[in-house]
């Protein structure tokens, strides 16, 4: 089954579009051709919507999506809470499941388990902030699984969620058709889909952002102009496909207000014959992008390697931002090309897809993460700084390749997970990558650049 889903993936068809109103159907005439809901609908299908935006929002930030279903979603016995429950998801952060931590912190990366673990199970919360409930605020979760969910889906009613694998392909299976996400590729999922995820390669680890009461959007490119960043065409869709049969015992696992709750049915939820609208599950591929740098002097501010972005009421501050730092061109003259240090008024999580990140040269690996929150001190370690600076007569054109790190940024503080706190894969030690970094000040050496710049100041005539 494996190798035939590899396979399939190969030949997997797309919609390409960022935000479009999409139409696609699995059987030619599945979809209504003059209206939303008839009496009948072909095939005799049922019809329902699914909303991600209230029926109010402005045309232009309205989601919405048409499902022409063989059975209804509404088809299935009452919710229960899962047994055993989950311990280690939460969407209300409070003093009883999080505390607060200036200390910068870094995770190494954590072991995929030698017990069966789906997705599901395997996924845990690291921080985050705000509240499900109140439908403003953000998780971080990361996920480790060894085998494929059976018979079962997975729905988030609580928002929606970015998945960035770091290892093992996932396959996708949505209500909107299939996807193949491999490390390098994001998959957004939004609130209230459901799906289910297998692994082709047996295991599996990766990052997850989930937001609340906002959805992800291209951010906009300013004086960069109308291209560039994340181009809306490399964004794919998936196309219809369904399943037909009975699946006796099926169980629909939903996350509601952080908690999981289980019901179950008789039937696939992938039983969508045709769908139209922009309320879909997509995925990118992260070498798409096209970054922008400095091409004189001094260091781009991060943003300018925005993928995606879920915006607040107030101008230019993000709930949430995906940054990446992709192979790129380092070409500024008489700067400092890593990562400046830096104090933030927002929150900043980091992970590591594959590669090594330019600001750190030892203790970051690829599957570990670290959090420099709100106006914590961060920067280059001392391994990075003086090797950069032991440069500055050689500083030739260099390419950065073979990397790519990725930054969750917030403008909340976030509170981190008890677990998280007291992970054996916590590094302890991470703070001591600063206390090498020296003073290099010196007096003889200001006064003497002082007097060197003074003397090539044109004298004033008497």
């Not at 392909?169 to 799906?195: A, M, Y």
């Not at 992008?289 to 091409?295: H, L």
């Amino acid at each position: 089954m494996e190798e035939e889903k590899k396979k399939i993936g190969e030949e997997l068809q797309y919609q390409s579009g960022f935000g479009n109103h999409f139409s696609s159907e699995a059987i030619a005439g599945a979809l209504p051709r003059d209206q939303n809901s008839p009496l009948l609908c072909p095939y005799g299908l049922y019809a329902e919507q699914i909303s991600g935006t209230s029926f109010t929002s402005p045309r232009k930030l309205n989601q919405r999506s048409w499902l022409y279903r063989i059975k209804p979603s509404v088809t299935h016995e009452p919710f229960k809470p899962r047994v055993p429950a989950h311990k280690k998801l939460v969407s209300e952060f409070d003093g009883s499941n999080s505390r607060t931590n200036p200390t910068q912190l870094r995770w190494r990366p954590e072991d995929i388990p030698d017990s069966p673990t789906d997705f599901v199970d395997g996924l845990f919360t690291i921080c985050g902030a705000g509240s499900s409930f109140l439908r403003h605020g953000f998780a971080i979760h990361m996920y480790t699984a060894n085998q494929g969910m059976k018979d079962s889906a997975f729905c988030n009613a609580d928002g929606d969620f970015l998945l960035v694998p770091q290892a093992g392909r996932l396959w996708i299976e949505t209500e909107c058709g299939r996807l193949l996400v491999s490390p390098g590729e994001i998959v957004v999922i939004p609130q209230g889909f459901r799906f289910s995820v297998d692994l082709l390669d047996g295991k599996s680890r990766g990052y997850v952002a989930e937001i609340y009461g906002a959805h992800f959007q291209l951010p906009d490119l300013g004086p960069i102009g109308a291209n560039g960043l994340a181009a809306p065409r490399d964004f794919l869709a998936p196309t219809a496909w369904f399943e037909d049969g009975l699946r006796p015992e099926y169980t629909i696992v939903q996350k509601f207000g952080g908690e999981l709750f289980t019901a179950k049915q008789d039937f696939s939820p992938f039983n969508v014959v045709a769908w139209h609208g922009n309320y879909v599950p997509y995925k990118y591929d992260l070498q798409k992008f096209c970054p922008y740098n400095t091409v004189l002097v001094d260091h781009a501010d991060p943003s300018i390697n925005t993928v995606l972005t879920a915006p607040t009421d107030k101008p230019g501050v993000a709930l949430l931002d995906f940054v990446i730092f992709p192979p790129r061109w380092l070409v500024a003259e008489h700067t400092f090309r890593p990562p400046y240090y830096h104090r933030n008024c927002m929150s900043e999580f980091m992970g590591l897809i594959y590669g090594a990140y330019e600001a750190k040269a030892d203790g970051f690996l690829p599957g570990g993460a670290s959090l420099h929150s709100c106006m914590t001190p961060h920067g280059p370690d001392t391994t990075t700084y003086e090797a950069t600076i032991a440069r500055v007569n050689a500083m030739a054109a260099t390419k950065l390749t073979g990397t790519m790190a990725f930054m969750f940024e917030s403008a909340l503080i976030p509170r981190v997970c008890h677990w998280a706190l007291e992970s054996p894969f916590l590094d302890h030690d991470y703070y001591q990558c600063w206390i090498g970094l020296k003073s290099h000040f010196s007096r003889i050496g200001l006064s003497e650049t002082n007097v060197e710049s003074t003397e090539k100041e044109p004298r004033a005539s008497k």
